[in-house]
């Protein structure tokens, strides 16, 4: 039985498809549209899933959305009543869209697949709706290890729930409780990431970026004045604060008074109160995360806890329920935000709604979130020679000592191997790769090959054999989703001076023998890599290692900053030529800066990409 899923229409579109309950292939429209976020019908992701089953529109037995449109649009309507006259515009704006297509998602649907396929939509097979936090609590907890566990979901908002718990056992997923719009998490932290400039749906990462750089000063007025938060972890938000349900911006002029001043402007300095903003906004976000948690532990006497939706990327707040939660494991969805939702809505099908077993094992059924378009060596050669790009072919032994040898003489290498991840981060496949005893490669990095903010962390890609040699953690964590201290006896002794500086002068303090991937406060978004899911990155790891005593790489997305991930070669060659990447490893390729064709350097290429 084929099953695919699709999430669309609002942000971060994407497919999936299933084959008799395995995950066959995943991947998010963007990496192919070249247009960040897309949210557009996920035509491309759709073919290549299609391609990858070896199958037709026509030969699957369900197609399944993400949501339930009927029940977003009651939410809208009937949070327009509850604060009318308040947004009258926002509702004059947002009704056509949806009496033109979004009501009618079912038709549409049908047609753009059938335009697809080349095909009557007649011929199509029947398409389905699961809500949305139902698709994120199965893309949670089907794919986990776990046969019993609890299931927390958290995100802006989805038909109305903003948190949700679920039970997972076995192949059912029981719904216990939920908050509903307007008080959500989600949109709490996106406020905070309006008001301190950066954007919404992209920018919430950068906002727990800059948090260790700040002091939590708001805090206390956060819990105040915006959130009552009580001690099981349940919420409510002020809405006299917030524009985000019936206007245009998340936050009001009641919101600037409060915090002294109005949003920055996007683009311009950071000051120390932003610092503070995300300092404050990300404490209180942890402690919110922390104590439902721990509620869901109480309430259904689970061990095992699953996590999906956006908010469960903040994976500063998840290294706090790892370590002070009271659960066994926690197992966190890769693709959490939208783009995940295609496959918990396919995943739901397959076990709720056509009652399939479920087995749960001893790994995870994302095999590594390595479920995106592969590239042979000759497709790749094809691709260079059509770029005009110089280049030696290498066998795998030459190619790995050759490429861990350029990044232990401090060489940026971009490297892409097999297949694409699916969900946020470059996890080994398509990555930009450096050596994290480097004190000078944050910056090089992030002015040099990534054009963006200066203050952003990286993460390390570790060996997961040797992960508590070098941080403060005892498990795996395959999808960069844990944030762990480094190890005490790593870290370099600051003088008073460099103790009492603030914000931003505190970034170029080298905080640990691995200064490129320790942050401020000394935590590290730990990649465990594993050779059961992916050998070749493993075995470079180790072959660093062995030249260098270091199990460890700097490990970031192959990508400027504004642009998707890259999917092909071309990409990341054109990628490669574009930035100050020394190397570019790819397929059995490797090739060098200096040996390619000198070309003009045109830097209007960076407008092609919307910054975000």
């Known amino acids: 039985m084929k099953i695919l899923g699709i999430s669309a229409y609002y942000h971060d579109s994407a497919a999936a498809l299933l084959d008799d309950g395995r995950i066959v292939a995943a991947a998010q429209e963007e990496r192919f549209s070249r247009r960040k976020h897309d949210p557009r019908f996920p035509r491309n992701a759709i073919a290549y899933c299609l391609d990858a089953g070896r199958t037709r529109l026509t030969e699957l037995d369900s197609i399944v959305f993400y949501d339930k449109p009927l029940l977003k649009f009651e939410r809208l309507l009937e949070t327009y009543l509850g604060y009318a006259p308040r947004g009258l515009g926002s509702f004059i704006s947002a009704m056509p869209v949806w009496l033109k297509e979004k009501l009618n998602l079912k038709s549409l649907l049908k047609r753009q697949l059938a335009a697809l396929d080349g095909c009557s939509s007649s011929r199509l097979p029947t398409i389905r709706f699961t809500e949305h936090h139902q698709a994120h609590a199965a893309s949670a907890f089907f794919p986990s290890p776990f046969e019993r566990a609890g299931v927390l979901c958290l995100d802006g908002v989805g038909e109305w729930a903003t948190t949700s718990v679920w039970l997972g056992a076995g192949n059912e997923l029981t719904p216990i409780w939920e908050i509903d719009f307007p008080h959500s998490l989600g949109m709490l932290y996106s406020a905070f990431t309006y008001y301190t400039g950066f954007k919404v749906n992209s920018g919430e990462y950068k906002l727990m970026g800059l948090a260790p750089y700040g002091e939590p000063r708001y805090a206390d007025l956060i819990l105040d004045q915006l959130i009552d938060l009580k001690p099981d972890g349940s919420f409510r938000l002020d809405m006299e604060f917030f524009n985000y349900a019936t206007g245009l911006t998340m936050t009001n002029a009641r919101f600037d008074r409060l915090f002294g001043g109005p949003p920055r402007k996007p683009e311009s300095r950071l000051g120390q109160r932003e610092m503070d903003l995300a300092a404050s906004v990300q404490k209180v976000t942890e402690e919110a995360m922390l104590r439902l948690a721990r509620t869901v532990n109480r309430e259904l006497g689970v061990q095992y806890l699953c996590m999906a939706g956006g908010v469960a990327l903040n994976c500063v707040a998840n290294g706090r329920i790892v370590r002070e939660g009271p659960f066994r494991e926690i197992w966190i969805q890769p693709a959490a935000g939208d783009a995940g939702g295609a496959i918990g809505a396919a995943l739901a099908t397959w076990h709720q709604y056509h009652r399939k077993p479920r087995t749960a094992g001893a790994g995870d059924a994302m095999q590594g979130a390595l479920l995106g378009p592969s ?209 570019l490893v790819i397929g059995d390729f490797m090739l060098a800066k200096s040996a390619q064709p000198k070309i003009e350097r045109d830097e209007s290429w960076q407008q092609e990409f919307e910054l975000d």
């Not at 470059?426 to 490669?441: C, E, F, K, N, V």
């Not at 500086?501 to 505190?506: H, N, R, T």
């Not at 170029?508 to 050779?531: E, F, G, K, L, M």
């Open 375 to 583: 590239f042979s060596n000759d497709q790749i050669e094809a691709a260079l020679k059509s770029a005009g790009a110089v280049f030696e072919k290498l066998d795998e032994p030459r190619l790995l000592a050759r490429t861990a040898e350029s990044l232990a003489h401090e060489n940026v290498v971009g490297w892409f191997q097999g297949r694409m991840e699916f969900g946020p981060r470059a996890l080994g496949a398509r990555s930009i790769l450096a050596d994290p005893r480097s004190p000078r490669m944050q910056s090089v990095m992030n002015l040099k090959i990534k054009y963006r903010e200066s203050f952003r962390p990286f993460a390390p890609a570790v060996m997961g054999e040797r992960v508590s040699q070098w941080f403060e953690l005892d498990r795996p964590s395959p999808y960069m989703l844990i944030v762990a201290p480094v190890k005490a006896e790593l870290r370099n002794t600051m003088t008073g001076a460099q103790e009492a500086l603030f914000g931003i002068e505190k970034l170029n303090v080298p905080r640990s023998s691995i200064p490129a991937v320790t942050h401020v406060d000394y935590s590290a978004r730990v990649q465990t890599i594993h050779r059961e899911t992916n050998p070749r990155f493993h075995q470079l790891l180790s072959q660093f290692d062995a030249l260098t005593g270091c199990p460890i790489l700097v490990n970031t997305s192959f990508n400027v900053r504004g642009e998707p991930i890259v999917c092909t070669p071309a990409d990341a060659y054109r990628c490669f030529m574009r930035t100050e990447m020394d190397y």
